[in-house]
């Protein structure tokens, strides 16, 4: 379980080659998250939601790895609600965020203007570490546009990535 003073959710959840559990979501907890009963994380910024993701044993429920991603601002949102796992247990997120953050020192800015939302796709390695992250801007600048994504699939070494929007998007 994972809860806090705030929101806290996973929603969607995706197995690995050893059936362990990846769950992805977000928390806008205040104070503190707990997994499991124990105090993982103490946030620095109050009515903000973080993306969380965590693997979990397949075999008993106990954490083995969690990232929380922040916004780089208080007040704003990186939300995580697609995951999947690939062949060799490389993990990739996706979300949408109205805020720029980092994974791991990998930036992901904000480009609108205005509250909006800008989707993004990452691949972690099967501890939880960035191998890579890819952002998709609007065609134009401007007025913000909203963006989320919607399913995610990797087969063969291919990536299948589905998302809705309100504005053209460079792909």
């Known amino acids: 379980t994972m809860t806090g003073d705030g929101y806290d959710s996973f929603f969607d959840l995706a197995l690995d080659s050893e059936n362990n559990i990846i769950a992805a979501g977000w928390s806008s907890a205040n104070d503190y998250i707990e997994v499991n009963g124990v105090t993982v994380y103490e ?5 903000t939601s973080r993306g969380v ?6 075999v008993d429920g106990s954490l083995i790895w969690i990232k ?3 916004p780089n601002e208080e007040y704003y949102n990186t939300n ?10 490389n993990v990739y997120i996706a979300g949408y965020s109205n805020s720029g953050f980092e994974i791991d020192g990998v930036e992901f800015p904000y480009t609108q203007e ?24 609007f065609v ?10 919607r399913a995610i699939k990797v087969k063969d070494e291919q990536i299948f990535f589905g998302f809705q929007y309100s504005k053209p998007i460079n792909v």
């Open 43 to 47: 946030p620095d910024m109050e009515w």
């Open 53 to 58: 993701v965590a693997k979990f044993s397949g």
């Open 68 to 70: 929380f991603i922040n």
């Open 80 to 89: 995580l609600n697609k995951v999947t796992v690939d062949a060799d247990d």
């Open 114 to 137: 205005g509250w909006g939302s800008i989707t993004f796709l990452a691949k972690l390695d099967s501890d939880g570490a960035i191998v890579w992250g890819k952002q998709f801007h």
């Open 140 to 149: 134009e600048e401007g007025d913000s546009g909203w963006s989320f994504s």
